[in-house]
């Protein structure tokens, strides 16, 4: 109890720095990240000076990732319309295209870097190429729930260079992605000709939402006096988390059947918070089809994720064993910054070739998804596009519905680490060179049919 109360006491003082501090404003942080970094420098201050916390303070903080990653997963669908692929491919097929190149193009970078230069330079697991688009593409919530996954594998040090190129990636894509809106609007490549000073000057940099504007948390489903609605949708989730955890047996029997999967500890590997994603599908799925009362909320839902993903957060970022991340401090340099440049790459060369309008909207709320947050994305996409004109906004969050479940923390994310482990780097590198190009390809065709 009292490291909870340690950890809730830092997520606050999180939130009163970022009120604060204008540059952490300006960075657009969130409270999370600050109280994590916070927690990072009490913890290796107190270490190094020899006069480490009490253990009772941070105990269970490692291990939370890994646990309250599924509550995350699980909520991801529940209280979302689910709509047919068709109608998504048709709304936002080339957004979807654009952002699994960005994000198939993070593996070929990273993975490519590390096979064919940084790991002869420097001695590198295989499995440290994928530290990048976990990082990225994942961001903290994914690298910290893949902690147990590291483990496994008999690498645990992956867990720690994940959570600093995550922390790396949301710090990037903020400054660099400020830094690409300021010249496109001196382009004049975004439809809102104005200075980002001009269109974010609305903006409550601290984060408080004023009395007129605030908007509702949730729908109350049920009666308070039969069952409270949070706690009905929380019997929700975890029922979203049991399915999950039924998915994960019928893998490990799964690969009691095939001798490679057994030999290598492919699917046991596998790690839960995917499964339940597809877990709160199908919860979703058979509300639809049987709850005519329409039990689950989508703003009740929301708060249950999101205060998951704040604790998430503080608790990976804080237990960073920076000790170990000194030790190949220069090829995870090396890799954060090549995936930069290829975000980069993908904005100034690829987007405005790929998108019929709003290119340079549509690719930075790209960016800033694809190396931070989803968060992120709209933040940079509001300073371009402050009342959401343009079709970017509509066809990235539109996208997000068939991206999210494969990328991003989904299922190819959960694969892509134990497939290394079992195959090799190089083989995995193939699979991404191969996505990158049908992706292309399929833009290519869709582009010469118009």
């Not at 657009?28 to 009490?54: E, W």
């Not at 931070?372 to 990235?396: H, I, M, N, S």
Request: aromatic share 10%; with cysteine; net charge neutral.
């Amino acid at each position: 109890m009292l490291s909870f109360i340690c950890l809730a006491v830092l997520l606050g003082l999180g939130y009163w720095l970022r009120r604060k501090i204008v540059l952490l404003q300006r960075l657009y942080l969130p409270a999370s990240v600050i109280a994590g970094l916070l927690g990072l420098i009490i913890i290796q201050t107190c270490t190094n000076v020899g006069t480490p916390l009490p253990e009772e303070w941070t105990a269970g903080w490692s291990k939370m990732p890994g646990i309250l990653i599924n509550i995350v997963f699980a909520c991801l669908f529940l209280g979302v319309e689910i709509p047919g692929v068709s109608k998504v491919w048709k709304s936002a097929g080339r957004q979807l295209a654009y952002g699994q190149i960005v994000a198939w193009g993070q593996y070929v970078v990273g993975i490519g870097l590390v096979l064919f230069l940084l790991g002869p330079l420097f001695g590198l697991n295989d499995l440290f190429g994928a530290i990048l688009p976990v990082g990225f593409e994942g961001g903290h919530g994914t690298a910290g729930g893949l902690g147990p996954v590291f483990n496994e594998l008999n690498w645990a040090a992956g867990k720690d260079f994940a959570l600093a190129a995550a922390t790396a990636g949301i710090l990037g894509a903020i400054i660099v992605g400020m830094a690409l809106v300021n010249w496109a609007v001196r382009k004049g490549y975004v439809t809102e000709k104005k200075a980002p000073n001009e269109t974010t000057e609305d903006i409550d940099w601290t984060g408080s939402i004023p009395h007129d504007q605030r908007p509702k948390a949730g729908k109350l489903t049920v009666s308070s006096d039969v069952i409270e609605s949070l706690s009905l949708h929380i019997v929700i989730v975890a029922a979203a988390i049991l399915i999950g955890y039924g998915f994960k047996d019928l893998l490990v029997l799964l690969q009691t059947l095939i001798p490679f999967a057994q030999k290598h500890h492919l699917l046991s590997s596998f790690p839960l918070f995917p499964l339940c994603m597809l877990g709160g599908l199908l919860v979703q799925l058979f509300a639809d089809r049987f709850d005519p009362n329409d039990h689950i909320d989508h703003g009740l839902t929301r708060r249950i994720q999101n205060c998951a993903l704040d604790f998430l957060v503080v608790a990976a970022i804080a237990t960073i064993r920076l000790d170990i991340v000194a030790q190949d401090w220069i090829p995870l340099v090396i890799l954060v910054t090549a995936g930069i440049l290829w975000n980069v790459f993908c904005v100034l060369f690829l987007a405005r070739r790929i998108f019929k309008n709003a290119w340079f909207e549509r690719a930075i709320a790209e960016m800033g998804q694809s190396m931070g947050v989803t968060a992120t994305g709209l933040l940079l996409l509001r300073v371009v596009d402050p009342d959401y004109k343009t079709p970017a906004a509509e066809a990235f969050a539109c996208k997000q519905l068939l991206h999210e479940p494969f990328m991003g923390g989904g299922l190819w994310t959960g694969m892509a680490i134990p497939l290394i482990a079992a195959i090799g780097a190089l083989p995995v590198f193939g699979i991404a060179v191969i996505a990158v190009t049908v992706w292309a390809v399929l833009l290519f065709v869709a582009r010469n049919r118009e």
